[in-house]
Nanobody
Framework: QVQLVESGGGLAQPGGSLRLSCVGS????????IGWFREALGKERERVSC????????YYADSVKGRFTISRDNDKNTVYLQMNNLKPEDTADYYC?????????????????WGQGTQVTVSS
């Protein structure tokens, strides 16, 4: 059974940083593209980032480009989302996801498995 478990959310000040982690179990995480979505109250669900398996290519939403970095540690079956220069509009629940494909089709990303989410709040 595919499981994704996120951690690392919390409260940060504007301009601060957080690092989210996503640990996979029940499947070989390094074989698949892994992504992050976020959902803020009253807003549409947003694709945030994705990292492919075959070539490690990364993708980002325009709203986070230059501030967020996705990476993976296959030895630890973990994907990270380093979030720097956080803004209040980054406040959301963040979900680790996979569509069980090797490469990210970021613009059409349609995950089949979701983690339980971790909450990020950016506020002074």
């Amino acid at each position: 059974q595919v499981q994704l478990v996120e951690s690392g959310g919390g409260l940060a000040q504007p301009g601060g940083s957080l690092r989210l982690s996503c640990v996979g179990s029940g499947f070989t995480l390094d074989y698949y593209a892994i992504g992050w979505f976020r959902e803020a109250l009253g807003k549409e669900r947003e694709r945030v980032s994705c990292i492919s398996s075959s070539d490690g290519k990364t993708y980002y939403a325009d709203s986070v480009k230059g501030r967020f970095t996705i990476s993976r540690d296959n030895d630890k079956n973990t994907v990270y989302l380093q979030m720097n220069n956080l803004k209040p509009e980054d406040t959301a629940d963040y979900y680790c996801v996979t569509d069980m494909q090797r490469n990210c089709d970021f613009s059409n990303y349609d995950p089949v498995s979701w983690g339980q989410g971790t909450q990020v709040t950016v506020s002074s």
